[in-house]
C-alpha cells in the first residue's frame, strides 16, 4: 500500500465520450474514501486547467451530484486539444508539486497516454513521488492493450440505433443511404453498424472502412448490385476512407484545417457524403440517393448509453484510483475479455499505450472490404447491448381480385 | 352506431415518425373487436398498395406481433410518395368496393388527408358507403386544427436531446456549432431545440425557422455576439429557412430535384450546414466552426419516443377506429389541449385538414426572430417530456498558488 500522503488530481482531454463521466466520477468517489487523499481537485479543460491552475475541489462537490454528473454525457471537467510537449509536461510537474499532488489521473486517449508518461518521467527526474494513471477512453476503441475502450459502446449503441432507424425509414421509403460515421484511421464505430441487422436484408448492406482502400467503382458497382437485388441499400462508411494512395478522401474539403495534433478536419462537414452521394447519381441510374453525417451528435447524444460501458468506465476510474492508492503504482488501465462476456482490469505500463494506435483486426473485415465478419459481431455485440424492439409485420398475404389474371 | 357490415382498410403515407405504429396498432386491434369487421387488412406502400392490392391480411396477425410493431419506429406498412389525382383515388375507392372494404383508416399529414377527402367523395358519388378517417402523424407539427401532431413530440425529444448533448460536447470542447433540423415551411422541430437548455448559458444560443427570412448579416453578426459573450455558440437552423425573398436558402444546392409533391429536396446533403458555416468562417475571426445536418436519423432513430407522444399516437389509431365503426362518422382525428396538460380527441371534417398546412404562431418566435418565446416553451414542454439527466458539478474553486498575483 502507498503511503503517500497527498492530494489527488482528475482532468480529461480530448474528445468527450457518453461515459467519460462515469470514469472521473469513479476515481473521485475512490479516492475520497482514502486517508492518504487530503483533497481531490479536477483541473478545467484538461492539461490546460493544470498548468493555468483552474482547479475545482471535488472533495466538496455532493455525492448526488457527482452522480448526477457520471449519468451526463462529454467531459464534465470540460476538456482540450493541447498535446503537450516535454516544456508543457514539466509545467504540469511543476504545478503538481506546487500543490502537493500526489496523485495525477488524467482520462483520455493515446496522446493523454502519453502525457501522463512525460509527466511520470519528469517527476521521477526530480525524485519527485507523483503516481500518474492514464484512463482510457474512446469512442474510436483505437488504444493498444485493452480489449477495448470505455465510451466505444455507447457510441457504437448510437450508432447501431440509428442504422437500425435508418433501417426501418428505408424499407418504408426505399433508395440508397449513405451514413458517414466519425473515425479517423480505425473503423470499429462504423463497423458497429452491423448491430442494427435483424432481419436477413436489413441494413447496412455495406461497410466501407478507413482500414481498406475505397475505390469510387467498387463503391458504385458494390451498390448497385445490392439495389438491384434489393431496391434499396444502405451504406456505412467512415470518415477517415483513404483511397488507393492512402490519402483520406474527406481531405479534399476541409480546407486544410489542422488541431493541435496535426489532424486534418473531418467532423462538422457533410462534404464527403455529398461527394460519395454525386458518385452513385453519376454513376447508376438511381435517383433517390441521400447522404447523413453522423457528426458530433453520435458521440454525445443525451440518453444513448450501454448498461455494460457505462459500469466499464466507472469501474476503469475506480480502479485507476486503487491502481495508484492503494498499490503505489503508475500505468494505464486495461481491460482482458474473458469468455463471453466478462471483463478482468489490469495495469499495463503507460509506454505500451501512449502514442501509437490500434487499427481494426484483418479477421473483423470481410474479403472484399465491404462488411465486417462474424468474428467481429461476436466481439462488439456485448459491448452495444441489446437495442431496442424493432419488429416486421408477420402476416399473410390477401389474394388479389382485380389483378387476378397477373 | 354503425351498421355496416364488412372490410377495415389500413395504411401509411409520407414520412416516416418514431410512433406512427402506434396509430395504425390502435385502429387495427379496436377494428378487431368489432362484430362489424370481418376482416383488418393492411395496404403496403401506402395508396400505392391499395390500387395494387398489395394487401395483408392482419386479422391474423398475433397480438404480441402488432403490440412489438408498435414500438417500432418508421412505417411498418411501408410508406409511399405518391400524391394521388382525382383517377388515382377513383381506383382506390374501386378496389376498396371490390374487396368489400367499408372503413378505410389512412394515417399521413394533409397531403393524406386530401386524399381521404377525395376517396370519400367518389364514395358518395357512387352510393357506396365507405366511412373514412384520417389519422394524423407528421414531424413537423404543421397540420391544421389539432393542437398538434402525434410523431412531433418524438421527433423533437430526439432534437432536444441532441441538442443537449452537444451542448455538453461544446462546452467542453468550445467552438461554433450549427446543427441543421428538419421542416420546410414550419419551425416546430427546430423550435424544439430549445429545450435542450438547462442551465442559463446553455445552448442553442439561436434558432432559425423558416417563418422568418434569414439574412447573412444578422446571422454572422447574431453568432459573433454570442461567442464574443460566451466564448461559444451552438445555432438551431431550419432546413427550410428562406432569405428575403422567400426562397429557400439550401434550393441552390439540391440541383433541382424534387417528388412527387413538388417538393425540392432538403434533407440528405450537408450543403446548407456547409455554405452557413462557411458564413461564419469568412464573416468572422472564429476558427471552429462545425455544422451537422440532424438528417433522417432525426425521424426514425430507434430508441428516442416521448411517452406522452406514444401514448398519443396510440389513442388517435383507436379513436380513427371508434369514430368509423361505432359512429359512422368520416373526418380527421385531432386533439385539443386542455389545461396543462390533457388532451380531449375529436373529430374535424376532411377539408379542414386536406392539402393546407400551419406555420408557428408569431407568439411563438421572438421579435429578432433567433430564438423562441415562453408561450412556446409551455407549448412544447408535455410533448416532448422530461430529459435524461444532464447535470454540472458543482464545486468550488481552488486559490492559484504559482499565478497568485495574476
Not at 477517415?240 to 474539403?253: L, W
Request: net charge negative.
Amino acid at each position: 500500500m502507498s503511503e503517500l500522503q497527498g492530494k489527488a488530481l482528475v482532468a480529461q482531454g480530448g474528445g468527450p465520450t457518453a461515459v467519460i463521466n462515469q470514469s472521473f466520477v469513479g476515481a473521485v468517489l475512490e479516492a475520497r474514501k482514502s486517508p492518504h487523499v487530503s483533497h481531490v481537485y479536477g483541473a478545467l479543460h484538461g492539461v490546460n486547467g493544470i498548468i493555468n491552475e483552474n482547479f475545482i475541489d471535488l472533495t466538496e462537490a455532493t455525492t448526488h451530484n457527482l452522480e448526477a454528473v457520471a449519468q451526463t454525457p462529454s467531459s464534465g471537467l470540460l476538456s482540450t486539444r493541447d498535446k503537450p510537449d516535454i516544456e508543457y509536461c514539466k509545467k504540469i510537474f511543476g504545478i503538481c508539486k506546487l500543490h502537493g499532488i500526489r496523485y495525477f489521473m488524467y482520462c483520455g486517449g493515446n496522446d493523454s497516454a502519453d502525457t501522463c508518461r512525460i509527466v511520470n518521467e519528469e517527476a521521477n527526474k526530480a525524485g519527485y513521488e507523483l503516481r500518474v494513471i492514464h484512463i482510457p477512453k474512446t469512442i474510436d476503441n483505437d488504444l493498444l492493450v485493452t480489449d477495448h475502450c470505455p465510451g466505444f459502446g455507447s457510441a457504437a449503441r448510437y450508432v447501431a440505433q440509428a442504422f437500425a432507424g435508418v433501417n426501418l425509414d428505408n424499407r418504408a421509403l426505399p433508395g440508397v443511404y449513405l451514413g458517414i460515421v466519425m473515425g479517423r484511421h480505425a473503423g470499429f464505430l462504423t463497423a458497429a453498424s452491423c448491430m442494427a441487422r435483424k432481419y436477413s436484408d436489413d441494413g447496412p448492406h455495406l461497410i466501407y472502412l478507413p482500414e481498406r482502400p475505397l475505390s469510387k467503382e467498387q463503391f458504385v458497382s458494390d451498390i448497385e448490385r445490392v439495389y438491384k437485388e434489393q431496391g434499396r441499400c444502405i451504406v456505412a462508411v467512415s470518415e477517415g476512407v483513404v483511397d488507393s494512395d492512402g490519402k483520406a478522401i474527406a481531405e479534399q474539403f476541409t480546407g486544410g484545417e489542422r488541431d493541435a495534433h496535426g489532424n486534418v478536419q473531418l467532423s462538422g462537414t457533410g462534404a464527403l457524403g455529398d461527394l460519395l452521394s454525386s458518385w452513385v447519381k453519376d454513376g447508376t441510374d438511381i435517383s433517390r440517393v441521400r447522404a447523413d453525417t453522423l457528426g458530433y451528435i453520435q458521440r454525445s447524444f443525451l440518453g444513448c448509453v450501454s448498461e455494460t460501458d457505462a459500469r466499464e468506465a466507472r469501474e476503469v476510474g475506480e480502479k485507476a484510483a486503487q491502481y495508484a492508492i492503494w498499490h503505489n503504482q503508475d500505468g494505464s488501465v486495461a481491460m482482458r475479455r474473458v469468455g463471453d462476456y466478462a471483463i478482468e482490469y489490469f495495469l499495463t505500463p503507460l509506454e505500451t499505450v501512449a502514442r501509437n494506435s490500434r487499427e481494426m483486426a484483418d479477421e473483423f473485415i470481410n474479403e472484399a472490404g465491404n462488411d465486417v465478419t462474424d468474428a467481429f459481431r461476436n466481439y462488439v455485440r456485448p459491448l452495444v447491448g441489446a437495442l431496442p424492439v424493432a419488429e416486421r409485420i408477420s402476416a399473410p398475404a390477401v389474394p388479389k381480385i382485380a389483378s387476378k389474371g397477373n
